[in-house]
């Protein structure tokens, strides 16, 4: 039987234990990880585990021996003048080596440790990550999932390893306990019997109070968000400006401050809690050893054992309530892993939707793009994103789309991208419903640059790379795209060329103006040299009105013979769009050219004018 199915249907029994064992449901699949991650070291560990649980009691055993020999040879020197001492030399002999064994097996389990702590505190960060490439972008929009999210990152990878060497040492707490208990039993039952029943009521107390830390923990995820968000706000190159700018600091400081005290007063509260009730039930275990003691004590002196035996019996008693206590609070200690464990595993058993499509191709390529009926809803919203969307782009055709903030552009992109799903109607590319594409496929034939395009502290090149992660290293595809993106003659000024590196947070990184980095993220789209649709969500905003004029011509010309989509604020660059579709509160108002729509003069019609009237 493999050793982790032993462990769990050990900690998983069936009958009337299984509701019990059900508390550390978490403990086997914490076993399976630590054998999946190191079969050797945890099979090594486990024998260590062993070893120290069984050689304490052989080291009293044979200490007992020694004290024997050693009151023997007293006797037989009186009575005899001989000096035997080759027993006694024996026994601290054969004690020494046990020690050392002892110590060695101490020494190699504590190194173990170290070793698959590392290995598996980086074996649940890259799953919390592999299960974040796999979620939704609703998801990460979720306030609840963030939670997840963050009880998830602060605990569970150290939680892990805290369960599988928690298990371990109630294994070996476990052995060492029996082996006390096979010698103690030889004096007295009773004995084995107050050993046991000494150490429960701390056992209780700790195993209530791990649950109170828990729920704690728990309540102020959101709290432990907020400090984490004010920390990366006052201390992040990218808010710095305006925190210094606006004296927000000191505010920013207090509420951060703020937070710690709440947090620290119900620490304090539990921490004193717990305290004060373990030094009471403490003590009673205390109390109960030195009546054990008393009574070995007396038993020796009314010569019903030796005084080999004596020595015996109370390093096993003492040591056997150590052992006790620490296998209670192992288990203790398991409840209270199991507890913040179910954190990860529940971030880990988010529901994601299965991959839908595979299909790579659409039957009709001269189809373009067709929203039927599309509608979306939030998740935390009742009101429609967007709402019964038709919409039809041929390709070769560019498409602007014109509206106030909130009325369902940017929406729209994200579902053309399947960033989001429908919520009801369907979208086609090239004749082809989008949930039966291979999400890949899909998105290796649409590129788009959002506003709030992504600076990544990298090189300049990886930046533009960005754009297609199958040439993401690709020199001659950087120079390429960044020459569409005219992107190139800024580029060669720098200090590095492509090589320099962009940002703050590493050395002789550079920062680039706000028109710098659209130029970058305008080059990253045209990486995608298979792309049939090119997307643009306002990615010039901090560009002048004639700079992003000429971008967009530019633009136009590279891209003829695709779907160009255009999210703008500014008309003078609408106005160049074949299709232009004006949106509020998530639906159509008006729809086609320039001249049509300043012809029907509606909404368009006065919203160009007025902005034409500020050029004036």
């Known amino acids: 039987m493999n050793p982790i199915d032993w462990l769990g249907r050990l900690l998983r029994p069936a009958g009337p234990g299984r509701r019990f064992a059900d508390v550390f449901r978490y403990a086997r699949r914490a076993l399976e990880l630590s054998w999946t991650t190191n079969r050797r070291l945890t099979v090594l560990l486990a024998l260590l585990t062993l070893c120290t649980g069984a050689l304490p009691a052989g080291v009293a055993w044979v200490g007992a021996r020694i004290v024997d020999a050693v009151v023997a040879a007293i006797a037989i020197h009186r009575a005899t003048g001989q000096v035997a001492y080759g027993t006694a030399l024996g026994y601290v002999a054969l004690e020494a080596g046990l020690v050392a064994l002892l110590a060695a097996a101490q020494r190699g389990l504590f190194t173990g440790q170290s070793l698959l702590r590392a290995q598996l505190g980086q074996r649940v960060n890259v799953m919390i990550l592999e299960k974040a490439l796999t979620l939704d972008l609703v998801h990460f929009e979720d306030s609840e999932f963030y939670d997840k999210l963050t009880r998830a990152r602060r605990e569970a990878s150290t939680r892990p390893l805290s369960m599988v060497m928690r298990s371990f040492g109630l294994v070996q707490n476990g052995v060492s306990l029996v082996s006390y208990g096979i010698i103690l039993v030889q ?123 004596m020595t015996m019996y109370l390093a096993l008693f003492r040591q056997g309530q150590s052992a006790l206590s620490s296998g209670l609070a192992a288990v203790g200690g398991l409840y209270e892993d199991n507890l913040y464990l179910s954190n990860l595993y529940e971030y880990l058993e988010q529901p994601v939707a299965p991959p839908a499509g595979n299909v790579r191709k659409g039957p009709d390529p001269g189809d373009g793009i067709r929203f039927e009926g599309v509608s ?24 602007a789309l014109v509206g106030e903030n909130g009325s369902g552009k940017t929406t729209l992109i994200k579902l053309l991208t399947r960033l989001y799903r429908p919520t009801a109607g369907r ?46 290293e690709a020199r001659e595809r950087w120079q390429e795209a960044a020459t569409k993106g005219l992107a190139e003659p800024f580029i060669r000024d720098l200090p590095a060329g492509y090589d320099t590196q962009l940002g703050k947070w590493f050395k002789d990184g550079r920062e680039l103006s ?103």
């Open 187 to 309: 004096f007295s039952p009773v004995a084995v019997a107050i050993l046991v029943l000494a150490g429960l009521p701390v056992f209780f107390a700790e195993a209530k109070f791990s649950g109170d830390a828990f729920r704690l923990f728990r309540w102020r995820s959101p709290e432990t968000r907020m400090q984490m968000y004010l920390e990366s706000v006052i201390a992040r190159e990218d808010h710095a400006k305006e925190v210094k700018l606006f004296g927000l600091g000191p505010m920013l400081l207090g509420r951060y401050a703020s937070i710690y005290e709440k947090l620290y007063r119900e620490d304090r509260a539990l921490t004193l809690r717990r305290d004060a009730w373990g030094f009471v039930l403490g003590l009673g275990a205390t109390l109960s050893l030195y009546g054990a003691y008393g009574w070995i004590a007396i038993t020796a002196i009314m010569g019903a054992i030796t005084l080999g035996q």
């Open 376 to 399: 979306f809803t939030y998740p935390d919203s009742d009101r429609p994103a967007l709402d019964r969307i038709d919409l039809v782009i041929r390709p070769g055709e560019s498409l």
């Open 427 to 472: 979208i086609l590319f090239e004749g082809r419903d989008l949930a039966e594409w291979d999400e890949g496929a899909l998105r290796e034939r649409i590129g788009v640059i959002f506003q709030d395009f992504a600076r990544y502290q990298l090189k300049v090149g990886e930046n533009v790379g960005a754009g297609d992660v199958d040439y993401f």
């Open 514 to 616: 706000g028109g710098q980095w659209q130029k970058i993220a305008l080059s990253r789209a045209f990486m995608r040299s298979r792309a049939d649709v090119l997307v643009l969500d306002e990615p010039t905003a901090a560009m002048d009105a004639g700079a992003e004029a000429e971008i967009f011509e530019h633009f136009r010309t590279l891209t003829r013979g695709r779907i160009t989509i255009l999210i703008s604020h500014r008309f003078s660059t609408v106005r160049m769009a074949d299709q232009i579709v004006v949106l509020e509160g998530g639906a159509i108002v008006e729809r086609g050219s320039h001249a049509d729509l300043m012809q029907l003069d509606g909404r368009y019609a006065r919203l160009f004018s007025l902005q034409a009237r500020g050029y004036r």
